[in-house]
């Protein structure tokens, strides 16, 4: 059977490894993993591939033949890194349950940067616009401006495709290389606004575009534009997402204006490893869509993905993208959908860990950590690396500050949780928690220096205690601006 | 661990606080220093009464005296100017830090007063400091405002000062 990753690192162990010893490292790993201990998404799919590399390895035939495959590697291939840092190095065991952090940072390999091996990625684009009755004037003209500069940021080397929707689905432009740029700009201009929004006939139109083309060594993206609220089709967008991430597709949100459902369209993207944005006014509409697009030319490894599995009494608490994309991540998922490696820029990902009272001295493992991608200037696109990540627990811990990165970027995503347990105190009817918690990060905003969006929250605060709801604006804005401050402590990050 | 800032308590491991956004330094409590209570006898510090002018317009500044002190201090006072003593692990901050002129010893609160700029006169308030603000010997009650004239003396704890408006 093929395998797509190196089962030996899988297991940890060396080429030339004998039998016993195959099983042994097995049989270690699998106590940590195995679906009787440990419930965690991510340690289902991480059995699953130790499984597969312990049954090649320990069948003579298979081994050899998969030994010989790595001969004819070519040394020229790329690779991305994991690298991974927690909050503290030693822990002092406690009579309650105690959190950790770790960072995990996927780079790409710093040869990419060289000459040679630069090479733009190539683009599978389909864009899905609303022209309903609502973004009539301003809104779909500035959008045909943001579509034409796309077109001209393409080569003939690119595959490009437009659907507009309403009540019902358009394909204005069938997927094609992108050669007689002005014939398609054309067809972006006849666009005329009417109708309702229904987002899962547009979607599914723009991937059946996107699939015509759909290619492991291209980066297979979807753009969603829309300003209004999709009723009783998100299910089967959710499931279609779901179905698109397999195939190799990823899907971008951008909601215009204040009536779209951001909750929809942040789940929809965060499902397939694409980003969700709110673009507060019709004039940045062209600006965003466009470094949108241009980030997607300057990508190493698409499809990036991290399972992780911690230990099996250790529990993964909550995960969070910080860069390129600040996003929240399902950890309900077990390989978690990360959207694409840029050449430039490092995806790093924050994970909380609860850890359990009365912990045993010594050192011992936390989780393992697989990461993995399509990188695209390879034969054989497929890469996996592993980090399994221990700390000492110990009766005196070493006084030190958690690493600045994570600090930094803790600090920012705070501001964000403030402004989601705001809102959990509202759905709950309880509206002096509310405006409290508004009240709080109004004041830390200030602090950090951020007045503009303090006021905002003030301003949300005073609402709530009159209204008790906060306004589709303010609510969008603390939530998409809080994630932006994020991206802000993660790009020095990055640039270290 | 609980929140120094709001009391709210958190997990252990926790670097910022869930509820008010703060972050959570282990060794914070321990390096807090607290406001020295002061047991002292009032007679020690007599009060004297000269009355200058109450007007303080818009170009005017503060010469500001404090007893033992080598120079006097010109002050700008803005809006609102909050006397205190620095402490780097307080929240909050004074506009003028007292610490150097001894403000540990003489008992002067992290915040302890403010003086505030009106249209034609200067206030001073205490700002429920731990061992009083007295103007003209005389202890003002806390956040209730008194205004400040030409050659007032005001006392901060024990620490005494002489203030002068210039124009």
Known sequence: MPVDFDPYIILGISPDAPADEIKAAYRRIARRLHPDVNRAPGAGVQFQDITVAHDLLTDAMQRRRYDDSQQSKDPNNLYFSLRVMPSKRSIMPLSEPQVLYLLAEILPDPRAQEGQHKRESRLNLTLVLDHSNSMSGTRLDRVKVAAHQIIDQLTPEDVFSVVSFNDHAEVVIPATTVTEKSALKARISLMMASGGTEIYKGLAAGVEQNRKYLAPRLVNHVILLTDGNTYGDQDRCLALAREVTREGISISAMGLGQEWNDKFLDELASLTGGSSAYINSTNSVVKFLNDHVRNLSNIFAERAHLSIAPDPDIRLESAFKLSPNPQPLSVDEGNIPLGSLQLNRTISVLLQFEMPAELQFGFRSIARLVASGDVLANRLQKYQVLSDFSVEITPEPQQEDPPAAILDALGKLTLYRMQERAQEALENGDVREATRRLENLATRLLELGEPELAQQARAEAQQVAYTYNLTDKGRKALKYQTRTLILGASVEIGDE | ?167
Not at chain 2, 99 to 105: D, F, Q, R, V
């Open chain 2, 1 to 167: 661990m609980i929140c120094p800032y709001c009391g709210y308590r958190n997990r252990p491991g926790f670097l910022y606080c869930e509820e008010c956004g703060q972050r959570l330094a282990e060794s914070l409590s321990s390096t807090t220093v607290p406001t020295r209570e002061l047991d002292f006898d009032t007679d020690e510090f007599a009060s004297r009464s000269t009355w200058g002018t109450a007007r303080f317009d818009q170009q005017s500044f503060i010469i500001l005296h404090i007893r033992d002190a080598d120079d006097p201090i010109t002050l700008q006072p803005q809006q609102r100017t909050v006397l205190g003593r620095q402490d780097t692990t307080s929240p909050q901050q004074p506009d003028f830090d007292l610490t150097p002129y001894g403000a540990l010893e003489k008992g002067v609160s992290r915040i302890h007063a403010a003086i505030s700029r009106n249209d034609d006169t200067l206030t001073i308030v205490d700002m429920s400091s731990a061992n009083g603000t007295h103007l003209n010997g005389q202890r003002l009650i806390p956040d209730q405002p008194r205004v400040l004239r030409d050659g007032d003396e005001i006392r901060l704890g024990k620490l005494i000062a002489h203030i002068y408006f210039k124009t």
